[in-house]
């Protein structure tokens, strides 16, 4: 499971990020109340997309502190799954990280790392790290990686320089797995902030080589006209999953199909839109007023069987 859960910060100033907006004395009057509120949302998503049996692998983004994920795998009806979480703070000047948390009674955690692309002289990277872990699943190692690419406020060239240097440096990591062996199976997953026809995603998702290339699985997901974000009355397919062409096509262990990447949108996520026709996904803010909801994004799941 992938999820942007829409600035979830904690209590506390960090006089390291510009979070002065999420405190109580804020303007957005973040408060203990607004914040409960917000966790035990997101432990109900969680287990209501898992049908009870919540995911294996759950990746976030726009989580500000490892003590929110603590508080969720501690402090909810989740604590009855043995979560283990991987987080550590990236250089997003707002303080917002990816992260995720996983099930130890299923899966081991090999490794993991956060990876920024490499910086000129006098250049300052602060956007969210991307997160890359390995795991063990059954026989198979599973190489997981997580990113929540710049946002296009202030239109579509807004952040693409970085977009596109990231984009890069996932490519790059990716044929450095890819050399390791033909039966390494990947994901690679997140809020791209851009849909799955835009070149910069279409270039690291591509290779010279046809045994490298990715097949980005959600492309099909936005031709049906769905999508996990709203944007002006448009859907649009931002939170994505691409995988390698063994989690399709291998003999046996954990595979995939196109059809098994699903999103999560149930009645409960979704809110009328109050400006456009048809239904949004239920935010906890809209601009400035508090809403109660859930997140702007949906969840996008993928399941994972065995041969």
Known sequence: MFYNVENFFDLNNDTLTEDDDFLPHGVMRWSYKRYSNKLNSL????????????????????????????????????????????????????????????????????????????????????????????????????????????????????????????????????????????????????????????????????????????????GRLEISGSGTYRYMGTWEMIDQMIINKNLLVCRHGYYTREDLLTIFGPDFLMKKDPKYPGESPFPTYHGYRYQGGFSDHLPILLDLKVR
Not at 70 to 88: A, M, N, R
Not at 106 to 126: G, H, M, S
Not at 150 to 167: D, H, N, Y
Request: aromatic share 8%; net charge neutral; charged share 25%.
């Open 43 to 218: 432990y109900k998503t969680i287990i209501a997309a898992g049908e009870w049996e919540p995911p294996v692998i759950i990746g976030l983004c726009e989580i500000e502190k490892r003590q929110i994920l603590e508080d969720l795998i501690f402090d909810t009806y989740l604590s009855k799954f043995k979560y283990g979480v991987v987080h550590e703070d990236s250089p997003d000047r707002r303080g917002i990280d990816v992260c995720l948390i996983y099930r130890n009674d299923k899966i081991r955690l090999i490794d993991y790392n956060y990876w920024t692309p490499l910086k000129n002289r006098n250049e300052v990277f602060n956007s969210r790290s991307v997160l890359y872990s390995k795991f063990l699943i059954g026989t198979d190692t599973l190489h997981l990686i997580l990113n929540h690419w710049p946002s296009r406020r202030g239109g579509v060239l807004e952040g693409e320089g970085t977009r596109s240097k990231i984009a890069a440096m996932v490519r790059e990591k990716l044929d450095s797995i890819m050399n390791i062996g033909s039966n390494e199976k990947i994901i690679v997953s997140g809020d791209f902030n851009c849909t799955p026809g835009d070149e910069v995603l279409r270039t690291m998702v591509n290779s010279s080589d046809s045994v490298r290339n990715m097949i980005n699985l959600s």
